[in-house]
Antibody, heavy 119, light 108 residues
């Protein structure tokens, strides 16, 4: 059974940093691209970032480019999102999602971790 | 960036009735479109990919179709567990991967 468990969310001041983690199990983590998708309170889904299976290719939404860094440790079956220079508009639930093997949609999602950026 | 527009924003339907949700892409996305269902407090769940292929374990009352840049999700006979928010997502031309704004299906 595929399981994705996010952690690392919390309250942070504007301009601060936070690192999210997503522990994966139930599949061959190193064989799949992974992604982060966020959802602001009461709003829709927004794709944030994606990393290839090897970690060699990363993509970002313009809204986070230059501030967020996606990475992975295939030896630990863990996905990360380093978030710097956080803004109030980054407040959201952040979901980790497994990317389909041959296309760019999301068959599996974690339960999410809440990031609140506020003073 | 491909903009996905969903309509209506809210759909009021009685249990047992048919629900038809629309998603329009600002340019061609071929058949590279997925639909997700999200219930309050839960993560999204994949329903449909490739515009019309049901994901594993999704009941047959859910179906997807496409006509050019217009996509439709149909729920043939709404069950109580189907009241939720539904999102479409294109994955043809990215970054960015883009979602529609969602359609909330509520009990009439």
């Amino acid at each position: 059974e595929v399981q994705l468990v996010e952690s690392g969310g919390g309250l942070v001041q504007p301009g601060g940093s936070l690192r999210l983690s997503c522990a994966a199990s139930g599949f061959s983590f190193s064989s799949y691209a992974m992604s982060w998708v966020r959802q602001a309170p009461g709003k829709g889904l927004e794709w944030v970032s994606l990393i290839s299976a090897s970690g060699g290719t990363t993509k970002y939404a313009d809204s986070v480019k230059g501030r967020f860094t996606i990475s992975r440790d295939n030896s630990k079956n863990t996905l990360y999102l380093q978030m710097n220079s956080l803004r109030a508009e980054d407040t959201a639930i952040y979901y980790c999602a497994k990317v389909h093997s041959s296309s760019w949609y999301f068959p599996y999602w974690g339960q999410g971790t809440l990031v609140t950026v506020s003073s | 960036e491909i903009v996905m527009t969903q309509s209506p924003a809210t759909l009021s339907v009685s249990p047992g009735e048919r629900a038809t949700l629309s998603c329009r892409a600002s340019q061609s996305v071929s058949s590279n479109l997925a639909w997700y269902q999200q219930k309050p407090g839960q993560a999204p769940r994949l329903l449909i990919y490739g515009a019309s292929t049901r994901a594993t374990g999704i009941p047959a009352r859910f179906s997807g179709s496409a006509s050019g840049t217009e996509f439709t999700l149909t729920i043939s006979s709404l069950q109580s567990e189907d009241f939720a928010v539904y999102y479409c997502q294109q994955y043809n031309n990215w970054p960015p991967l883009t979602f529609g704004g969602g359609t909330k299906v509520e009990i009439k």
